[in-house]
């Protein structure tokens, strides 16, 4: 089992990553003293795949559980479905000491997340992520929310899970799509903080358990430095959302029924590379490696069936917008990025002469 520490204090907690772990889970809850009631909210998807054997662990550590399986899908993550998680807690007499798990991608670990936050001011939460994107992104760092019609993740919360437990072995489950979209992510973590790491990303193609555990470990562990240094998101953990500008606009213009993540992240991480190319901040030369290395993975860099005026509209409710000035990750070099405003006429020029088509 690797480990990784997540150090905020009294909200530390453990990332733990192996193979063949989800019949331990149960004994690694008893380690944390919670008390015997927890809410297990899942999808139908994952729910006859791994339900099973995470209820049989539990109550072999002597919990008591409920299990609600939600409707699976993006256009899922809204309040009406929150509200489904608060009503099923209140009818399994969950009170403020009992915990919420999410089984599930990051959708599940979203509102689960959100819910635990938001019920009786706030109750434990546990991530048992199964999707290589949740592994790598969505599970470690404390942002749980829900969509808006206007923007993803519009109403929301920073909330720490008192573990994340990572079983990669769910991974052999998920569609070769689900996974080219985990590696956006991954591929995203080396443009902004390790050169090295996206070296060894070009070098390697077979996705292998022991490539797995490798990316996912690298992976968390910039993410947890990230978050030690910038909790609530007032600086540098902003470095996070590379590609995620124009990628969050773009689900949300295709109403989250087109583009995976990933996928979207993808075409956005081109994007604000071919800015900065743009801006004179990184060479031509990084900028298409950074396109062949998302290309050979599989990730699209060019997106169809959206308009400027529709991207656009979507772009300036993000949360990255302030002050009607727009705010991108902008790579400097591979390994590193700033973040600085971008005139909105060369967040065009870039989309319909780039990214459009």
């Not at 899922?76 to 608060?86: A, D, N, Q």
């Not at 969509?147 to 519009?154: I, V």
């Not at 998920?174 to 070009?202: C, N, P, T």
Request: proline share 3%.
């Amino acid at each position: 089992m690797k480990k990784v520490e997540v150090l905020l204090g009294a909200r530390s907690y453990q990332i733990q990553i192996g193979s063949k772990m989800l019949a331990h889970l149960g004994t690694e809850l008893k380690k944390l003293k919670i008390p015997e009631k927890i809410l297990i909210i899942t999808n139908t998807t994952v729910a006859p795949l791994y339900g099973d054997v995470v209820a049989k662990t539990l109550r072999e550590a002597g919990f008591a559980l409920e299990t609600l399986a939600l409707p699976d899908g993006e256009d899922f993550k809204t309040l009406e479905t929150v509200s489904r998680i608060y009503d099923h807690a209140v009818s399994f007499g969950l009170d403020r000491y009992g915990t919420m798990l999410a089984l599930g991608g990051g959708v599940i670990g979203d509102m689960a997340g959100f819910a635990a936050a938001t019920y009786m001011r706030g109750i434990n939460f546990i991530q048992v992520p199964t999707t290589l994107l949740a592994q790598v992104d969505a599970s470690v760092g404390g942002k749980v929310a829900v969509n808006h019609p206007r923007g993803k993740n519009l109403i929301g919360a920073f909330y720490q899970p008192k573990l994340v437990f990572i079983d990669i072995d769910t991974i052999s489950t998920l569609e070769s799509r689900e996974i080219r979209s985990g590696m956006a992510e991954v591929i995203k973590y080396g443009v902004i903080a390790d050169d090295q790491f996206f070296s060894y990303l070009e070098e390697h193609t077979v996705y292998d358990d022991h490539f797995l555990t490798e990316i996912i470990e690298k992976s968390c562990t910039i993410k947890a430095q990230v978050v030690k240094n910038d909790e609530l998101d007032q600086g540098q953990r902003a470095i996070l959302n590379f590609g995620h500008t124009i990628g969050h606009g773009l689900e949300a213009a295709t109403s989250y029924q087109v583009y995976r993540h990933g996928e979207a992240v993808a075409v956005g991480m081109v994007g604000a590379a071919l800015i900065a190319q743009e801006m004179g901040l990184i060479t031509k030369e990084e900028t298409d490696r950074i396109k062949k290395l998302i290309l050979r993975t599989g990730l699209p860099i060019r997106f169809t069936g959206v308009n400027w005026d529709e991207l656009w509209f979507h772009i300036q409710a993000d949360k990255k917008a302030q002050s009607g000035n727009i705010n991108f990750i902008l790579p400097t070099a591979i390994g590193s990025v700033q973040i600085a405003p971008v005139e909105p006429s060369l967040i065009r020029k870039v989309v319909e002469q780039e990214l459009q088509g």
